[in-house]
């Protein structure tokens, strides 16, 4: 069965500063990574995901996460973060060939402060 | 991509009530599931919608419970039965592109139970 760790659950930082949000999965075939975001009362967003390819994939607001199959790993990183960066970071991973259900992981509550 | 329309979109019943849920999708779909965020977690799978048939329930979850209705391959009900404010939470409906490679959310409902 596959599983999805997000080791912080919650990383403060201030503005313009970089970060990185961990996930790392357990799988033992193929993988689709996903990272979505989740703002204040609203539903999930998809902001990247990694299907085949290139291990670095990027998103349209400046984050990107690199698939690393030997650490098992899809870390989200940002180079300079902003206030509107705020939200809740779900990773997620579909395993190839099953049953095309994602399983998430528990979030990482990215907090921008000024 | 798919756009869902979920609504309610919050809602504060009583306990003992039912609410039911609706999840109206733009484009036919064949898998389509609900989740549950209870505060301050990650999503957690109740039960994958099934055309024309019944549901398949995840562990803990029973039909009882939460019984779902999916008439057609662009809509699904999920009903909140017997309400406690244990089932506090925010209800997801999510989609699974053509492609299997991608899950599409609704903004969720928010239930508080009183």
């Known amino acids: 069965a596959q599983s999805v760790t997000q080791l912080d659950s919650q990383v403060p930082v201030f503005e313009e500063a970089p970060v990185e949000l961990r996930c790392n999965y357990s799988?033992?075939?193929?993988?689709?990574l996903f990272w979505y975001v989740q703002y204040p009362n609203q539903g999930l967003q998809l902001l990247l995901k990694y299907l085949s390819g290139s291990t670095l994939v990027e998103s349209i607001n400046g984050f990107e996460a690199e698939f690393n199959k030997s650490q098992t790993s899809f870390h989200l990183r940002k180079p300079s973060v902003h206030i509107s960066d705020t939200a809740e970071y779900f990773c997620a991973v579909i395993q190839g060939g099953g049953s095309y259900i994602p399983t998430f992981g528990r979030g990482t509550s990215l907090i921008v402060h000024p | 991509s798919a756009v869902i329309s979920q609504k309610p979109s919050r809602d504060i019943c009583q306990r003992g009530t039912s609410l039911t849920i609706q999840c109206q999708v733009d484009?036919?779909?064949?898998?389509m599931f609900w989740y549950r965020q209870q505060p301050g977690q990650s999503l957690t799978l109740i039960a994958t919608a099934n055309q024309g048939s019944e549901a398949t329930y995840e562990s803990g979850f029973v039909i009882d419970k939460f019984p779902i209705s999916r008439p057609n391959l662009t809509f699904s009900t999920l009903t909140v039965s017997n309400m406690s404010p244990e089932d506090s939470s925010i209800y997801l409906c999510?989609?699974?592109?053509?492609?299997?490679?991608?899950?599409?959310f609704g903004q969720g409902t928010r239930l508080t139970v009183v």
């Open positions: 999510s989609v699974v592109g053509q492609a299997n490679t991608e899950a599409f």
């Open positions: 484009s036919q779909v064949t898998m």
């Open positions: 799988s033992s075939v193929s993988v689709y």
